[in-house]
């Protein structure tokens, strides 16, 4: 049981200031049980296998479960949740395409090497979820192997396995992990390795990275023509169309939508009486009314009410300005705070110099009786008493070797409520004399603290403020009357004209949002839009109006409508039509200037008003080279001037942003002797890297994946 022990004590004992932490970062609704439509019981599918929501929401739960258990949390914010289903969602496709290929060649991972990796520690899982880990911080195989051996022996202690059973979940969790990436590493292992080179492609590559060339330039760039001047045909259209299809293709189908979105805020009435309630609170202290603990509650502060002194920093930005010169006893507010539209109320009560960083080692001592664990504690002071400084030996008989010393510093107090065990713990610690043993008692009687102070640093002034501080909400009143308008205003809306139409005669301002995809969580970034999602991808028709839906943080209204349906794979050619007409008028405009730049020598371009000249140095093969007089990139003149000796001129140039001609002035060495053998080895270094940033998504695509996430969460 020694090992279980371990795991439980791999935090605080009392968990104190790390569940206080906890607070800024575990939050939110609990875990939400997926609401499954009617019909299709699939989440999606990858290579025609379809996963069922029930096996998917068994591995996000377990994930989330996990992640629970690493942060001694019960909730997890929206947001991530949210992370959790994405991650759980990309590494089921990434697996699977991945299992699909290796399949075909015959890789698999083992048990014995499943073994090796947990031996060497080393996977970046052990960092992620440190479970496991010995009093280094690093993962300990023979914690995990004891462990194992414990939940083996003891799987019918109803007991001992309801203790263990979250970390062998975890285990298990891991386990499943590092048996997946160890399968993708060994196919990229196997892909990277396909890759090689040769001697006459690794001299090619030594001569474009080591020569660098100087040009002097004429440009005629091609914003010198007018457009009205140049007419195209579909045919150059189409050709335009064809040559750049390959950059606007999408491997998953989306939606573009115009949207209006009104968030409801306070209104003047809601502020006016937010600042007499704080007013009457205000009075209240004035009269003497010294319940704080009471009145912060049912005020409903922001800022939490502690009795322990804080830095001037901790509390809110409005308070912290008027801390210097605050008499004592003194009540001031309500103040208006335009920056988060709050007011605040504060007493001042004084002021004091505490140690910002206190060092302390603790026992803790628990059993199945009060009167046990008082016995306990006797002889254990009884025991430090005699051995004097012979703490870390005690620790250790105890099975508490981790807290030979901890530190506590008013960052772990500063701005968080803080009552019960954890306020007495913190006033025992900062008010205890350094050196001496004292005992805490809990509130649980079978369960005492022993601690010690060892040193205290930092003398800092801390301030007694009681802080009552509000942001202003809007009612009832003001949130119905902002749905009824707004709901006139999406009933009057039939199409996405009239969407359009009917906005400004509302106050509203209609937004457009493209590119959304099915697993979409924000439209436009509010929180909580899921349905409006769902009804886009289900149900919507081009033109169509959505219902009215109540989203954000319960303040925000919205409504979209199904502008277009951007389907898998290439763009079309009406959604490409201004890219394409661009790039078909600057082939003919390259024609006319060609033509009109025919006969003239290169100093003679000059007398052509439209012509700018230019001067670039240092361009090589391998870096495009950028020219200042059209602010434009043109990697063209990087491959033209590699043919080109000292003083030769070259061909007119078809460039981005106009058409080029070139004069070489001079052609560089970096210097350097050709090593064949390194050479090759960037090169393949290079063809892998390139590699693994497209291989997966090469994959993925072929695996023809759908994600019909949406329909369920």
């Not at 981790?402 to 065990?421: F, H, K, R, V």
């Not at 006139?488 to 359009?500: K, R």
């Not at 509010?526 to 954000?552: D, K, N």
Request: with cysteine; aromatic share 10%; glycine share 4%.
């Amino acid at each position: 049981m020694a090992t279980l022990q371990k795991l439980r004590n791999a935090g605080p004992l009392l968990i104190i200031f790390v569940g206080l932490a906890l607070l800024a970062f575990v939050a939110g609704d609990a875990l939400r049980i997926f609401q499954t439509p009617q019909g299709s019981q699939s989440v999606g599918s990858v290579n025609n296998e379809e996963l069922s929501a029930v096996d998917f929401q068994q591995m996000y739960e377990e994930q989330s479960n996990v992640y629970k258990l690493v942060r001694n949390g019960n909730t997890l914010s929206e947001y991530e949740l949210n992370r959790i289903k994405d991650e759980v969602w990309n590494t089921y496709i990434q697996y699977q395409v991945i299992k699909t290929e290796a399949d075909k060649l015959g890789l698999t991972v083992t048990a014995a090497e499943l073994i090796d990796i947990a031996k060497k520690g080393e996977h970046p899982i052990f960092r992620q979820f440190p479970i496991f880990n010995n009093e280094q911080g690093k993962f300990d195989f023979d914690i995990l192997s004891n462990f194992l051996a414990q939940y083996e022996e003891n799987k019918h202690d109803i007991n001992f396995v309801q203790q263990s059973q979250p970390f062998y979940e975890c285990w298990k969790f891991m386990e499943k992990s590092i048996m997946q990436s160890a399968l993708i590493q060994k196919y990229y292992t196997l892909l990277s390795n396909s890759f090689v080179s040769n001697p006459v492609v690794a001299q090619n590559a030594y001569n474009s990275n080591n020569e660098t060339y100087d040009v002097e330039l004429k440009v005629y760039p091609y914003n010198a023509i007018a457009d009205s001047t140049i007419t195209v045909n579909n045919s150059e259209l189409n050709k335009a169309y064809d040559e750049i299809k390959e950059t606007y293709r999408q491997m998953f189908e989306s939606r573009s939508i115009k949207y209006v979105s009104h968030k409801v805020t306070p209104s003047a009435k809601d502020r006016e009486e937010l600042k007499s309630e704080l007013a009457a609170y205000a009075d209240s202290l004035r009269a003497g009314d010294e319940d704080y603990a009471t009145m912060a509650r049912i005020s409903n502060s922001t800022v939490p009410y502690s009795v322990l002194a804080w830095a001037k920093d901790a509390y809110p930005e409005e308070v912290q300005l008027q801390l210097e010169s605050a008499k004592e006893n003194e009540v001031v507010g309500p103040m208006y705070n335009q920056s988060d539209d709050s007011y605040t109320v504060y007493k001042y009560m004084g002021k004091e110099t505490v140690a910002d960083s206190i060092l302390y080692r603790t026992l803790f001592i628990s059993s199945e009786s009060a009167e046990r664990t008082a016995a306990m504690t006797d002889s254990i002071m009884s025991i430090l008493k005699k051995r004097g400084s012979d703490f870390k030996q005690v620790a250790t008989d105890l099975g508490q070797a981790q807290s030979d010393s901890l530190w506590l510093t008013s960052a772990m107090y500063e701005g968080y409520p803080m009552i019960g065990d954890n306020l007495e713990y913190a006033k025992a610690l900062l008010n205890g004399k350094k050196g001496e043993y004292n005992v805490l008692a809990l509130e649980n009687e079978a369960s005492k603290i022993i601690y010690q102070v060892i040193d205290r640093k930092n003398p800092e002034t801390k301030y007694n403020v009681f802080v009552i501080k509000r942001v202003s909400e809007f009612s009832k009143e003001t949130y119905d009357e902002a749905y009824n308008n707004f709901s006139q205003f999406v009933a009057s809306c039939n199409n996405i004209e009239d969407l359009q139409k009917n906005a400004e005669e509302y106050n509203y301002r209609v937004m457009t949002a493209n590119d959304l995809y099915n697993n979409t969580y924000g439209i436009a970034n509010i929180a909580g839009t899921r349905e409006a999602v769902r009804w886009l991808f289900s149900q919507a028709e081009a033109g169509q109006v959505s219902p009215l839906y109540e989203c954000g943080n319960s303040d925000n209204l919205l409504v979209i409508a199904l502008n277009n349906v951007n389907e898998k794979g290439y763009a079309s050619k009406e959604q490409l039509n201004a890219i394409t007409r661009a790039k078909a008028m600057n082939e003919k405009k390259a024609e006319k200037i060609m033509a009109e730049i025919k006969g003239k020598n290169f100093d003679e371009l000059s007398s052509i008003a439209a012509v700018k000249s230019d001067n670039v140095k240092r361009i090589s093969f391998t870096a495009p080279a950028y020219i200042s007089s059209t602010s434009t990139s043109e990697p063209a003149i990087c491959a033209a001037v590699t043919k080109l000796q000292p003083g030769e001129v070259s061909a007119p140039v078809k460039g981005t942003a106009g058409v080029y001609v070139l004069k070489l002035t001079a052609k560089n060495s970096k210097g350097g002797e050709f090593n064949a053998t390194s050479e090759e080895t960037t090169l393949k270094t290079n063809a892998q890297r390139v590699a693994s940033q497209t291989f997966m998504r090469d994959l993925i695509e072929k695996a023809n994946v759908e994600d019909n996430r949406y329909l369920y969460f």
